[in-house]
């Protein structure tokens, strides 16, 4: 079955250009492009989309508010921002809006793909170079110390929620079944007051809670 997109950006040339990249590609049927978060609802509201590439910058509409729009109408849909904007507060405020992607606009046309795909699947959709600027602590401090207490298997998972494996990846690299993954990633959501599980792979690249964890899981060996 094919992977239903809408593409809503305000820049014509570019919402072509990607409609005819993405719409070439045999496993995604592009449903519709728009020039607005309204325009685009319009266009799918008899025929959902499996994800939804919206623009943070769009006239008249604050990204956050577009998106929050987007999850409200289409609660079944993905919804991954595509921008030019590396500004890491963007980054913060699509995070807490419930983004499940981050993907620049600039970004290599099979690695647009190859991201989309992987969201579907449920990996994490973040550019690599967000990451990369997330990898820096916020603070220099050489003893960083988690600010809520996970149990070792919350923090294995977190470790490779960050790296961008899916569930299925994770229960494989764990040895548990996707049901306990699932558990487990519900747990960590509650405990450090996240929405997703993008929002934990960019928690866990800030501040130096990855070294931290795996810190911790060394000492527990």
């Not at 963007?90 to 970004?107: C, I, P, S, W």
Request: with cysteine; charged share 25%; net charge negative.
């Amino acid at each position: 079955m094919a992977l239903r997109l809408l593409l809503v950006d305000d820049h014509a040339l570019l919402r072509q250009g990607l409609a005819e990249l993405l719409g070439a590609v045999p496993e995604f049927d592009v449903l519709g492009t728009a020039a607005s978060v309204e325009q685009g609802l319009q266009l799918v509201q008899d025929n959902p989309p499996d994800i939804v590439l919206l623009d943070w910058h769009l006239p008249g509409i604050d990204g956050s508010a577009g998106l929050m729009r987007c999850k409200e109408k289409l609660p079944d849909s993905l919804v991954i921002i595509l921008t030019a904007s590396e500004d890491q507060a963007d980054l913060r405020q699509a995070l807490a809006a419930g983004a499940d992607g981050y993907v620049l606009k600039h970004a290599e046309p099979e690695q647009l793909v190859a991201q989309l795909r992987g969201c579907h699947k449920g990996s994490i959709t973040l550019d690599p170079r967000m990451l990369e600027s997330m990898d820096k602590p916020v603070t220099p401090e050489p003893a960083v110390v988690l600010p809520v207490e996970l149990t070792e298997r919350e923090q294995q998972t977190l470790l490779l929620i960050a790296d961008g494996l899916s569930n299925k990846l994770i229960a494989r690299e764990l040895g548990i079944s996707d049901g306990t993954v699932k558990i487990h990633v519900k747990h960590l959501l509650t405990k450090l007051n996240l929405h997703s599980r993008l929002e934990l792979a960019a928690w866990a690249h800030r501040g130096g809670f990855l070294q931290a964890m795996q810190a911790s899981l060394r000492r527990s060996e």
